[in-house]
Every structure is written in C-alpha cells, then in structure tokens.
C-alpha cells in the first residue's frame, strides 16, 4: 500500500489518542456557543450541536457540564473564528478553519507552519472555488433501509448518502443544515456528530514521498492548539 498510506495510518492514530486536544477544541466551541446563544442547549441549537459532538468522542458529561459552566463566567476568553488559505508544496490547497483569542500569533504560527514545508498562505477567498461547503452527519446505522432513508430525506435538502462501516454518513448543502437536523431529530434517529465541512471539488495526486510531506504540514497545523479543522485536496 505504500509508505504514504503507512505515514497515514500512524498520523491517524497518534491523533485519535490525542483526546485532550479534542477536549480543548470541544471547550472553544462551547465557549463560543454559549457566548452567542446561551448556557441552555434547550434553547441553544449551536450549544446542542456541540455538546452532541462532544459526546461523539466520548468527551466525559461532568466535563462538557465544566466547560458550559467556565464559559459562562467573565473570567472565559473571547474566542474568534478564523480561517486561512493557501498552497502547500506539489499545488496542494490548503484550507484551516481556527478559533483564536490572539489573531496575530495564530497567523503567524499558520504562515510559519507553511513556509516550513515550502507552501505558502493566500489571500481570503482563494479556495473557494476548489472547496464546496456541506453539512455532514454520521448516524448510528441499527439496520437502517438505507434507500427508504433516502426517500424520506431528499426533500429536507439531502445531497448524498454514504454507509462507512457501522455509520451512515449524510451530506447537504450547509444552508440547509439546520432542516437536516430536524428532520432527523423527528424520526429518532442518533446523530453521532454534525457539522460544516469543506469538500474538494478537484483533487490533486501525489506520489508518497510528495504525500508525506503534505501529511507533516497537515499535522503540524492540527497540532497548533488554535487550529480547529485542516482541509485539503490531496487525493
């Protein structure tokens, strides 16, 4: 398979391990949602979707519980949201959604993370053409029909379905995450987590010493504690 897909593997596994950077990344978001919307995630869809993907990774209760609670007090940093793009090395397109309370250290880090592995940040918009917004959602499959499934939801904005091992995975134009979300919601179904994605529309193919060093830029970004989603056009 290659020393690219074995680069994988282990870049894969060194981060799902990581479960104190999900948790600090879990915090941001909701901090940020509490600071928007409020500490009651009845009232509180944003809060709610966080809490939902919290749990998806297995986030304790009495810790999400601790970070509502923090988040809610004055002494709770002012998260941004942030995003940079450009190219990494081979043409790649690289795309870092972050939450910063310091703008200027976490543009500095991300530009320096490109330069390091000899790409380079573009101006804001640049990707956009080559990146396509979607709301994803991985349910729980309990032996679910999936075509009668997808009968029931073209109308609620449903663009693709996918089955990926136990899960279902469901992609709609990120306009019309919240009417995926109800629709879902009133058939009972569990939500594993949802959020907004970047997908690629075209892809580029690397060999795998072009490929490994595309992956060390990509954990190097994942590893900034500001950094909250990499995208890319790797194949």
Request: proline share 2%; aromatic share 8%.
């Amino acid at each position: 398979m290659g020393r690219a897909f074995e680069y994988r593997k282990a870049s894969k596994m060194k981060r799902w391990s990581a479960m104190a950077k999900n948790f600090t990344r879990a915090g941001k978001e909701i901090a940020m949602a509490v600071k928007t919307g409020g500490p009651n995630p009845d009232s509180n869809a944003k809060l709610r979707i966080v809490i939902q993907n919290a749990k998806g990774f297995s986030m304790p209760k009495d810790k999400i519980e601790a970070a509502i609670k923090r988040a809610s007090s004055r002494e709770e940093k002012d998260y941004a949201e942030a995003s940079y793009e450009g190219y990494g090395p081979f043409g790649v397109a690289i795309f870092v959604e972050c939450a910063t309370d310091n703008s200027t250290r976490t543009v500095a880090n991300v530009r320096h993370y490109f330069s390091k592995m000899g790409g380079s940040l573009g101006t804001s918009g640049s990707l956009e053409f080559i990146f396509d917004r979607k709301a994803v959602f991985r349910l729980k499959n309990e032996g679910l029909d999936l075509d009668e499934l997808e009968l029931e939801l073209i109308d609620h904005g449903l663009d693709k379905i996918e089955l990926d091992e136990e899960e279902i995975i469901i992609y709609t134009n990120f306009q019309d995450f919240g009417t995926m979300q109800s629709a879902l919601d009133a058939r009972g179904l569990e939500i594993l987590s949802s959020n907004i994605q970047r997908i690629p529309t075209t892809t580029k193919a690397l060999d795998d010493e072009q490929a490994e060093v595309i992956i060390k830029l990509i954990d190097m970004l994942e590893e900034d504690d500001d950094v909250m989603n990499v995208y890319h056009n790797m194949e």
